[in-house]
């Protein structure tokens, strides 16, 4: 039995009749974290999103493994209950419904088993606390009124609670200040194990300051044209990815 985490085997995929993904191949092993760079339209969200088989695209060929199981055709949510975890570059605002609510509630989902409400809420708290976030939050409405930097901190705590086996990044470091990404960072470092694993999509080399990574991968026009450790991303920061283009 194969001991990567996830496994991307010659992936095509298309939205629509455009392709977007041209021969995809991506292995991760737990207690790595992955990186996958690319200018904007170049396939990374996309990658992200076939993870968890988001309907708006259509797979041509290829396959995802996920410990050891294909999971290429199984439903979002089933995905989400074997492990897998992704952030949005866009979070949803959710009226009506608290933070501890949604990861109560989210937590149950994923674990099948009931909430403790009083050992969940001082552990939501401590999470809080160390991402520098305002506690009083956690019986706000999800994401109403929060700032860009509350919201993706908000995902950075969904991440540390529900303490998936794969956490996938989207743009998480999108419009954030310095601090924010630092904290950012500090969550990723608070939820890393030998057990689990990381993939972070972004554009830029700002969230990796502060992160020792495992592999950076470029991704232009579809294809991963490099990999290489982290000081492939610091290249990148200097020179761009004309070269690649």
Known sequence: MS?????INNLYL???EKEILKGINLKIKPGEIHVIMGPNGS???TTANAILNN?????KSGNIVFEGEDISNLKTDEIARKGVFMSF???EEIPGISVTNFLKYAKNKMTG???????????????MEQLNMNPQNMERSLNVGFSGGEKKKNEILQMLVLNPKLAILDETDSGLDVDAIKTVSKGIEMFKN???????ITHNNKILHNLKVDYVHVLVD???VATGNQELATIIENEGYGKYK
């Open 3 to 7: 001991d990567n985490l996830l496994e």
């Open 14 to 16: 298309n939205a629509e």
């Open 43 to 45: 396939g990374k969200t």
């Open 55 to 59: 309907l708006e695209y259509t797979k």
């Open 89 to 91: 570059q866009l979070p």
């Open 113 to 127: 088993e009931p909430v403790k409400v009083f050992k969940f809420k001082e552990e939501l708290k401590q999470y």
């Open 194 to 200: 030998e057990s689990n694993a990381v993939l972070i």
């Open 222 to 224: 579809g294809k991963i």
